[in-house]
């Protein structure tokens, strides 16, 4: 009989040690509050806008030189030696400029992107832990770290639409 009676005191102890750490523990998708929240989605459509008009600019470059080419193969016969060594020599050089100006374009914007993470990340803190400290929650995890959760811990649209209220948009020019 005594047996069963601390059965049960265990079993109860136990069940409330469980609920109080089930409280205290919440998740949200860092990944999807940078790419859904208002200033996310502002930030990747001007990076994204911003790498196609490069990638555009760039393509017509390239199209130029490829007729640039295609003109000197054709005048091949009817140059000179010399003349037809210094043609290919500036074309080549014209492609490695073109070329660093793609890697160049390609910085340009990841260094953007970066920086308009950080910003995001940077502002989404100081929100995490306020809202922390108002819902009396301990521990924060993200979502991308965790097998498997209930989604009634899942606090990313409380936090969305806290973001979405303090940081309408990021400078990224």
Known sequence: MKLIYKLIILSTLFFFYNLSVKADTFFLDFKYILN???????????LKDELEKNLKNLKTKET???????????????????EYKKQITNLRKKV???????????????????KARNELLAALNPIVKNY?????I???????????ADEKL????????????QIKSLNLK
């Open 132 to 136: 922390m400290s108002e819902k009396n």
């Open 154 to 165: 899942d606090i990313t649209k409380d936090i969305i639409n806290l973001l979405n209220k």
């Open 64 to 82: 130029k030189l490829q007729k640039e080419e295609k003109e000197i193969i054709q005048k091949k016969k009817v140059l000179s030696p010399e």
């Open 36 to 46: 859904e929240s208002d200033a996310g989605k502002k930030a990747n459509k001007f």
């Open 138 to 148: 301990k521990i924060v995890l993200d979502k991308k770290s965790i097998l498997l």
């Open 96 to 114: 490695l400029s073109l070329q660093k100006e793609r890697n160049t374009s390609l910085e340009s914007i990841s260094t953007k992107r970066n």
